[in-house]
């Protein structure tokens, strides 16, 4: 979860780039999602456009994502099993390392 305006959302950007270097996309699969609602798809495109390494899927947030993946303060990551439980919840900047250690558990 972020937003185009959050700088720590931006600092997150490159831990998450780290992450899609080190596991394969049949093993991990990352989602952007920007939860501030006034933003365009414009805005999104362009903030992808910042960071051309980041090959996955961004994406707005709709009220009724929030309602099953609230986020109090971004960035937030949600670390899903393969079942699409969560097995993980991180709120402000995680680093890759740690990012890594707890995915390698769940693949």
């Not at 501030?36 to 390494?53: G, H, M, N, V, W």
């Not at 994406?59 to 309602?67: C, G, H, I, K, Q």
């Amino acid at each position: 979860m972020f937003a185009t305006w959050c700088p720590p959302c931006k600092e997150q950007m490159s831990e998450l780039i780290d992450i899609q270097s080190r596991f394969s996309s049949d093993d991990v699969v990352i989602l952007s999602v920007d939860t501030d609602l006034t933003e365009t798809l414009s805005q999104i495109r362009d903030f992808k456009e910042d960071y051309p390494a980041a090959k996955w899927t961004f994406a707005r947030s709709t009220m009724d994502f929030n309602t099953f993946f609230p986020a109090s303060s971004i960035p937030t990551l949600f670390i899903l099993d393969r079942d699409g439980r969560r097995a993980g919840t991180h709120v402000g900047l995680t680093s890759a390392d740690r990012l890594a250690f707890e995915m390698s558990e769940l693949i």
